[in-house]
């Protein structure tokens, strides 16, 4: 889960990193006053749960009074990558001197966490690590010990050659790790953390990413969610216990199992359809899950058929059957209460392994056209959504 | 032969007094498998089945002399689970439930470093030695005897791809799970599988996200003795979105299945498109 810079900064302060002062606004009166009140010049940055907020132009220096509120509301409902500017933070000025990078991430190989820091701050982390890797010191962090002081003195050395700034640094690398460990973070990152003309440092950005995994311990994240900033359908699929992301095309997909289902989506691709969706129904064969699975790909006006793809287990195929048939319907020129009752695509379904025959036979008369194998299931499905292109 | 189980392992199932534990329990039991009991803490005494129930897995280790689990605990408790496995010194600790967080791994993980325990998963089916034991979920009807390894990060799209090789059969079919932090990786399967007799060729099923698969390419290319098949989910996945498993995440540019397609071809590994040419390229290579 994302949250904003100036909720992953609330949380900094809370742990005693330093950064500036600052105030979220939601339109540009309240920036007006967040300016008057912090002195200015201020800089306004857009609040949005993207990267690239600068080169979008939604980072502003402000130096008079009587600017602030037309570029706050510049700002303010500004579309970067897909996403709509609601607040912004307005920040007073710095005295720069240098920016650099620290950052924690779990690193899957070592199956350890591992801090980077860098002196090449101020820009995407992603961009030095390809172009100059070598200016990226790497600490692996020892799950038990955790973050050792040592480490980071030595890492604060290396990037300020100065005792005072490298004592700083330590201090804010261990608040970090506190914050990673303690949070449940999947990422943290301070970029740039600056280094004033005083000699002290501080935070003048902040990305928090939560570990969606332990959300059943931090009963404050649900509070914090951005839902404006998620896909409502993806929303919608979560809570009705389904694994949802939307694509652009228009076959949609109901698969068991996230490994089937991307696979599924990339054999309607090599047969020259498109996917209009990724899902994973789970384990569960409810009635009322399968249905819900189809409403939810029928909302997406692009999706021309529909291709379910079951390899059951311990889910058992003649559920499944059932719950399709709940949601195709079997007397379309009825009003029903099927899902398909307003909207009616195709639907190919191909259901293999547990209790298969007896899918087979409860489908047998239904609008849903069967299929054996996978190929042929998505073949059939492509064709019908208006052919490979 | 076969890796990591057979006809002598015996399970206790953790969390066997849930419905899933108990289900599975019974499954397994069916399928021939030395299922020897189960814990549950606080219905130590109870049977399940006819399987008897231990308060804690030292005691059921004890009682049995159990030396592999399954795991079928709630996420928010899986981690302890686990825990408590390595800690009786099972040999293999098997962990089927999804939505561990990714942090309690690293503390598994790194508890487990020292000591004898293999664990598989999270997030996993488990594994399946067909003919010998199945310590997993999988459907025993997808499997049958036989030479070919299997090694995956998925659940029904393992069962799809063994379902292709049936002419063969499998020596063993192993999930390492869909999550970032795993115990079990396609390394360690692999170095397991080039030295089971029985093994003559190995399929890996890979997704995006991390660089397991890269890692195992690199494996293929210096020390792998027999024909390694492979395939790749998520070929159109969008980046930095989850797709379902924790672990199938393109972030940061990293992940991408193309990468790991290009890493496998270098390393001589037959890449798969579809499930239904592994059977035909099988034989292209045995």
């Known amino acids: ?389 | 032969m076969s890796i990591l189980i057979d006809k002598s392992t015996r399970v206790i199932v953790q969390g066997i007094t849930g419905r899933d534990g108990a289900f599975h329990a019974g499954a397994m039991r069916e399928y021939g498998t030395q299922v020897v009991g189960g814990v549950t803490p606080g219905k130590g005494g109870q049977l399940v089945e006819g399987m008897p129930v231990f308060d804690s897995v030292e005691d059921a280790v004890g009682k049995t002399g159990a030396n592999a689990s399954i795991i079928f605990v709630p996420a928010a408790f899986a981690a302890d689970a686990m825990l408590e496995g390595i800690g009786a010194g099972l040999d293999l600790v098997v962990c089927v439930s999804e939505g561990v967080p990714t942090m309690d791994m690293v503390r598994v993980l790194d508890y487990a470093k020292d000591r004898k325990t293999r664990v598989l998963g999270p997030n996993c089916p488990g594994v399946i030695s067909p003919g010998k034991a199945k310590v997993g979920i999988m459907p025993a009807a997808s499997f049958k005897p036989g030479c070919v390894g299997v090694v995956s990060r998925s659940g029904t799209l393992t069962y799809e791809i063994a379902s292709q090789t049936t002419e063969f059969g499998q020596s063993t079919v192993v999930g390492i799970g869909g999550d970032p932090v795993v115990g079990t990786t396609f390394i360690d399967c692999l170095r397991m599988f080039n030295a089971d007799p029985d093994t003559r060729a190995v399929v890996v099923v890979g997704e995006i996200g991390g660089t397991d698969e890269e890692r195992a390419a690199e494996f293929v290319k210096t020390e792998m003795k027999k024909p390694v098949l492979g395939f790749i989910a998520g070929q159109t996945a969008p980046p930095g979105k989850r797709m379902g498993h924790a672990g199938a995440i393109i972030s940061g540019g990293s992940g991408t299945a193309p990468e790991k397609i290009k890493a496998f071809e270098a390393a001589g590994i037959t890449v798969v498109y579809e499930p239904q040419e592994i059977g035909a390229r099988l034989k292209a290579r045995l």
């Open chain 1, 1 to 389: 889960m994302k949250i904003h810079e100036y909720q992953a900064k609330e949380i900094f302060k809370a742990y005693g990193i330093p950064v500036p002062r600052e105030r979220v606004a939601a339109s540009p009166q309240e920036a007006a006053a967040a300016a008057s009140e912090l002195g200015l010049p201020v800089v306004i940055k857009a609040q949005v749960l993207v990267g690239g907020r600068g080169k979008a132009g939604g980072v502003r220096k402000v130096e008079a009074a009587r600017h602030v509120e037309p570029v706050a509301g510049s700002i303010l409902g500004m579309d970067i990558k897909g996403l709509k500017v609601n607040k912004v933070l307005v920040s007073e000025c710095a005295d720069i001197k240098g920016e650099y990078y620290v950052g924690i991430v779990v690193d899957r190989a070592a199956r350890a966490p591992v801090m980077m820091a860098s002196a090449a701050g101020g820009v995407e982390i992603e961009e030095v690590a390809r172009t100059s890797p070598e200016k990226i010191l790497k600490l692996a962090i020892d799950p038990a010990a955790g973050l050792l002081s040592f480490q980071a003195r030595n890492a604060g050395m290396a990037l300020f050659h100065d005792a005072k700034p490298a004592r700083d640094f330590t201090e804010i690398a261990g608040k970090l790790y506190r914050i990673f460990v303690e949070k449940d973070c999947s990422l943290i990152e301070i970029n740039p953390l600056a280094r004033l003309g005083n000699g002290s440092l501080l935070a003048l950005d902040a990305k928090i990413n939560f570990d969606d995994n332990a959300d059943f311990r931090h009963k404050e994240w649900e509070g914090m969610r951005d839902l404006s900033a998620e896909e409502p359908k993806e929303v919608e699929a979560k809570a009705a216990g389904l694994s949802y992301v939307k694509l652009s095309g228009n076959v949609g997909c109901v698969v068991n199992g996230a490994g089937l289902a991307m696979a599924t989506m990339d054999l309607i691709k090599r047969y020259g359809g498109e996917p209009a969706n990724f899902l994973d129904v789970g384990g569960s064969s409810s009635p009322e899950k399968m249905a819900t699975a189809v409403r939810i790909i029928l909302s997406d006006p692009n999706v021309k058929a529909i291709l379910v793809n079951i390899f059951g287990g311990i889910t058992r195929c003649d559920d499944i059957a059932n719950g399709l048939l709940q949601a195709v319907g079997t007397r379309p020129e009825l009003s029903d209460n099927s899902v398909m009752s307003l909207r009616r695509v195709p639907l190919v379904a191909r259901l293999t392994g547990t209790n298969a025959e007896k899918a087979r036979e409860i489908l047998k008369d239904s609008p849903v056209a069967p299929a054996e194998t996978m190929s042929e299931a998505v073949r059939k499905a492509v064709a019908l959504a208006g052919g490979a292109r």
